[in-house]
Each structure stands twice: as structure tokens, then as C-alpha cells.
T-cell receptor, first 115, second 114 residues
Framework: AQSVTQLGSHVSVSEGALVLLRCNYS??????LFWYVQYPNQGLQLLLK??????LVKGINGFEAEFKKSETSFHLTKPSAHMSDAAEYFC?????????????FGRGTSLIVHP | DSGVTQTPKHLITATGQRVTLRCSPR?????VYWYQQSLDQGLQFLIQ???????AKGNILERFSAQQFPDLHSELNLSSLELGDSALYFC?????????????FGPGTRLTVL
């Protein structure tokens, strides 16, 4: 079964600073990878996804992620943090099981943005 | 608004009781997923249905069951509730079974077992 590791349960940045949220997965073949964001008291919503079309994936709200097969990583970045980016971020990988694709989610990283 | 609706928003009940959580997927989506989110376990996949049929099971307890009806809405039944079942329960839907399909999450049902 797949596993997803998100390094750091909390990441704190200043407004305007670079955001880097780390995600590593375990897979012998390139999987489908996703980043979701969860704002307080809401469900998750998709930020971006990797489907093998391009290694650098651009998502909503200025976020992007780079797929690095050699490092089995899919880190999420944003050049300049905004206060509204404060939320919980989840990395997920889709695993093929019994004819269906089931996503495995990381434990999440809480992004804190200081003014 | 993701287009996925879940009812109720909050549910408070006692140990040993049984509850039913309801989910309506986005229009056109055939696949429904159920997740449990708690502080200690994170987001755990419970079960998936596709067009009325169970397709995959995750970490779902035997006390829990689900079904998807012909109109594609789904219900998650939790019985013999324990304190540890207190969590946020999310439903998500997607168009099909493909791994690259985005999942659209509902707002969740917060279950508190006293």
C-alpha cells in the first residue's frame, strides 16, 4: 500500500515569504499525486494534481508543485505567502486497488502566516 | 461550494447508539467516497461506491456500513457508537474511477459521541 509523508505538521511563514510544504510518497511507479487544501470548518478542495503530463504543475491561488521521481517527492510551493493561505494542506497519492483508485492522504501540514 | 451536500452538519449522540449520515454527490458524479477525519488518525478512507456498487474498502470498522442508492446518494451507518468514533466524517464524489479524477468534498458531518 502507498504511504504519504508530509514533513512538518506545522509550517510558519511571514506574509510575502516563500511557502514550501514537503510531501514524499512511496511508490515504484509514477502515481497520481494531489494537493488539497482545507480551510477551517470546510471540506477539502483540490489545489493541483500531477498526472504525468508535466513535472511542474501549476494550481490555483499561485501554488505549484514539482514531481521528482528520483526523490519520490511532490513538494508544494508558493513564491509569496498571503494571509488567506493559512489553512491545512494535504498531499495525496492515488493507489490502484481492486479496479479502483483510492487516494491515500498524508497527515496534513498546517500553514501559519504571520503579518 | 463543491456541489456535494452532507446532512446533518452536527450530530451529538450517546455511546451505544446508531446514527446515519447522508451524502448527495455532485450532479453527474457516480463515485462516492467516505472518510473519517480525527486529530489522532488524520484523514482515513473508509469506503467507496460507484454507481450503486461497493468498489473499495479502507479502514472501515465492522460496526460501520454504507450504501449508495439508485439516485446515487449515499448513507453511512454507524452503530454501537464509542467515544472514539467522535470525528468529522466527509463524503466526496468524483466522476468515475480513474486515478486522476479530482474528488469534490462535502462540508462534513461532525459527530460527537458522549
Amino acid at each position: 500500500a502507498q504511504s504519504v509523508t508530509q514533513l512538518g505538521s506545522h509550517v510558519s511563514v511571514s506574509e510575502g515569504a516563500l511557502v514550501l510544504l514537503r510531501c514524499n510518497y512511496s511508490s515504484s511507479v509514477p502515481p497520481y499525486l494531489f494537493w488539497y487544501v482545507q480551510y477551517p470548518n470546510q471540506g477539502l478542495q483540490l489545489l493541483l494534481k500531477y498526472t504525468s503530463a508535466a513535472t511542474l504543475v501549476k494550481g490555483i491561488n499561485g501554488f505549484e508543485a514539482e514531481f521528482k521521481k528520483s526523490e519520490t517527492s511532490f513538494h508544494l510551493t508558493k513564491p509569496s505567502a498571503h494571509m488567506s493561505d493559512a489553512a491545512e494542506y494535504f498531499c495525496a497519492v492515488s493507489d490502484h486497488a481492486g479496479g479502483s483508485y483510492i487516494p491515500t492522504f498524508g497527515r496534513g501540514t498546517s500553514l501559519i502566516v504571520h503579518p | 461550494d463543491s456541489g456535494v451536500t452532507q446532512t446533518p452538519k452536527h450530530l451529538i449522540t450517546a455511546t451505544g447508539q446508531r446514527v446515519t449520515l447522508r451524502c448527495s454527490p455532485r450532479s453527474g458524479d457516480l463515485s462516492v467516497y467516505w472518510y473519517q477525519q480525527s486529530l489522532d488518525q488524520g484523514l482515513q478512507f473508509l469506503i467507496q461506491y460507484y454507481n450503486g456498487e461497493e468498489r473499495a474498502k479502507g479502514n472501515i470498522l465492522e460496526r460501520f456500513s454504507a450504501q449508495q442508492f439508485p439516485d446515487l446518494h449515499s448513507e453511512l451507518n454507524l452503530s454501537s457508537l464509542e467515544l472514539g468514533d467522535s470525528a468529522l466524517y466527509f463524503c466526496a464524489s468524483s466522476v468515475g474511477l480513474a486515478g486522476l479524477n479530482e474528488q469534490f468534498f462535502g462540508p462534513g458531518t461532525r459527530l460527537t459521541v458522549l
